[in-house]
């Protein structure tokens, strides 16, 4: 299965040099949890991600109002990311390796054209019932969720795969 077939294709974005304040209403606005950060020079390329619990742990430890940090502060700096044309695995093995919930999906230029997360992949992982051949099993899905909750600097057991 390739990412383009479960990826969300509306996502909002914020850019660097905006305060938390505005990314902050942007999840609001779209219930979302994650941004990418796109350029502030306006070529569209990812450069960073941005949650949610980036934006609280930024006020918390600035001891500073949203509105007076920018996102560059807060986000995330290294970005792992796909293509729609990707196959599915890549993404959920990607996820599973940083631990990481959302993959930002992104063209030939590095911009965005969706996003795709550990919650799509749970929705579709069972989508055979119409032709399609799903990505794995529940089990799968399973070992990625359990490899991103598990704490850093924990090693985690990893099941065998299934047959």
């Keep these: 299965m390739k990412i383009e077939e479960i990826m969300q294709r509306n996502v909002s974005v914020c850019r660097q040099d905006d305060n938390l304040n505005t990314a902050a209403k942007l999840m609001w ?23 949610d619990r980036d934006i609280c742990m930024a006020a918390y430890t600035q001891g500073k109002s949203l509105i007076e940090i920018p996102v560059n502060v807060a986000m995330a700096h290294l970005v792992l990311a796909c293509k729609a044309s990707d196959d599915l695995a890549l993404a959920e093995a990607m996820m599973r390796e940083a631990r990481i919930h959302r993959i930002p999906v992104v063209d030939d230029k590095g911009t965005v054209v969706g996003i795709v997360s550990l919650s799509d992949i749970a929705r ?14 529940q089990a799968e899905v399973t070992r990625t969720l359990a490899a991103i909750c598990e704490p850093r600097g924990h090693e985690l057991e990893v099941l065998p795969k299934a047959a």
């Design 29 to 51: 606005d779209n219930d979302c949890g994650c941004l990418p950060v796109i350029s502030a020079n306006g070529n569209g390329a990812v450069v960073g991600m941005l949650s």
């Design 124 to 137: 579709h992982s069972l989508s055979i019932g119409d032709g399609k051949v799903a990505l794995g099993t």
